[in-house]
């Protein structure tokens, strides 16, 4: 008998806790892998996730099935079953509720151990890899693969004018031109000031940072949003947006606090609403309101020059909803919000009317995200379902649907409306590593950007409305021409794309990263 000897292994909950948040943000459960990232503070833990491979956790759950495999097959006297059926994973952790174990195993070898014994061929006997025996990641990258084909294809609204050809990467982009701005912990959020070329980022350790990118030599503005205690693990600033004249700041955290500040930094206000985490906040056009989402069913709105709350709307439509994601002004006083859950109703009111002036049903899963053209004609929503829908007051349902996607709809974007030609062409981006713009008045899917290795969380339109840059989980930001869809460029970044956002004249563009940085590119124009 073969002794096989083990070193005792080790393993932590933070480590078996890690892997499950990978797993399910690689698999697009977002909601899920926020709570449990809440819930397990991975975010306190000394893990550096850069150094963990896409699909680990898949990985050693096959090669445990595969141990058990072994186990079950090989009786105490080294005779190995050719008859046995491959585990599945539940059988693997439950043998005896299906019925196998190594003891009725043995008992059935050793019975026939002396026919088996007598047979010349037992010298044959060999241990072959099963070709059924694949592993579950490389069937996930298979499937990802079809549906990535299959998201490329010519969609049934329009034709897709980009041509699928094997082509090399652009140069990387000139590190002449390029700027790191460090952090301490990952950084989630970057905003340009409307105004100036100041540069907003939130990070992980829920300080904000305000640069003046212009100034090489200046330090930047650095704002405690929240007082860090050991009992509050919740610290990432989940938002940020400056008012529309650039004069203020406003930031929340998942500890559930907002506050605002003056550009210098200095304390305006400080809310602790939602009871939780707040996921989205946005200022009106005139900068008095102020709206907020968070992890329970409402929405609130603060009135920014008496610094106090002005209304709540609660979303209680059956309990279905869990949380308001996102939140959108049309105008100075009428917005729309989305939330997580069964309820997948998008709801749109207007300050002073208790109850939404219009519910627009439609999204077969939860709705991600939403935005209201320029203009407020047209409400654009990207879901769960992968689709992209486009809505208007006028209308009881929605004016499109946008197919064409094969994973979930994360981004929507417009493109600005500095040309009345423009006015109504959308950008969506999905979990299927795929950016597409559309002609929402036709709904056609005019080009298809489909050079991302992972999935899509972040894109913005250059003020001209030229370009498109876009970041990804693959720890790429590129920048497109929109018309043709060529790819201009592309930066490889040590970490997971949060953001990319572009400053008000168009010649800066702005990246964050869990990497613990954010780089500045400077564009030629």
Known sequence: RIQILFEIMCMTSDEVNYLVYRYLQESGFEHSAFVFNLESHINSCNIDGTLVPPGALVTILQKGLQFVQAEVTLSDNGIISTESENLSLLEAVIPDIYGINTKSLNTILNKSDSNDLADDNLSDIKIEQDTDVTMMMDHNDHEKTENSAEGNQEPANGPALIKEEPFEEPVIINKENMRLFPHDKEVYNCAWNPV??????????????????????????????TTINAADKKLDISALDWSSNGEMLASSCLNGSAKIFKSNGTLLHA??????????????????????????????????????????????????????????????????????????????????????????????????????????????????????????????????????????????????????????????????????????????????????????????????????????????????????GTLINNYQSGGVISEVCWNSSGDRIAASSNDANVVVVQLSK
């Open 196 to 225: 100036n070329d100041k540069l907003a980022t939130g990070c992980a350790d829920s300080t904000i940072r305000i640069w003046d990118v212009t100034d090489p030599t200046a330090e930047p503005i650095v704002i405690k949003h």
């Open 271 to 484: 809310f602790k609403i939602h009871g939780g985490p707040i996921f989205a906040m946005k200022f009106n056009c005139k900068g008095q309101y102020l709206v907020t989402g968070g992890i329970n069913p409402s929405a609130i709105v603060i009135d920014v020059p008496a610094g106090r709350q002005f209304q709540e709307y609660k979303f209680s439509e059956g309990n279905q909803i869990g949380a308001t994601m996102d939140v959108a002004w049309q105008n100075h006083n009428t917005f729309a919000a989305c939330g997580a859950g069964s309820n997948t109703t998008i709801y749109v009111c207007r300050l002073g009317i208790d109850k939404p002036i219009k519910c627009f049903k439609g999204h077969a899963k939860e709705v991600n995200v939403i935005r209201w053209d320029s203009t407020g004609s047209y409400l654009a929503s990207g879901s769960e379902d992968r689709s992209a829908r486009i809505w208007s007051l006028s209308s009881d349902s929605c004016i499109h649907t946008l197919q064409g996607h094969a994973g979930s709809v994360d981004v929507v974007r417009w493109m600005p409306s500095k040309h009345k030609e423009r006015k109504f062409f959308l950008a969506t981006a999905s979990q299927d590593n795929t950016v597409r713009l559309w002609q929402v008045e036709t709904g056609e899917c005019l080009q298809t950007y489909n050079r991302h290795t992972s999935a899509v969380f972040t894109i913005a339109f250059s003020p001209c409305g030229r370009y498109l840059a876009s970041g990804s989980v693959d720890r790429c930001f590129k920048i497109w021409n929109v018309s043709d």
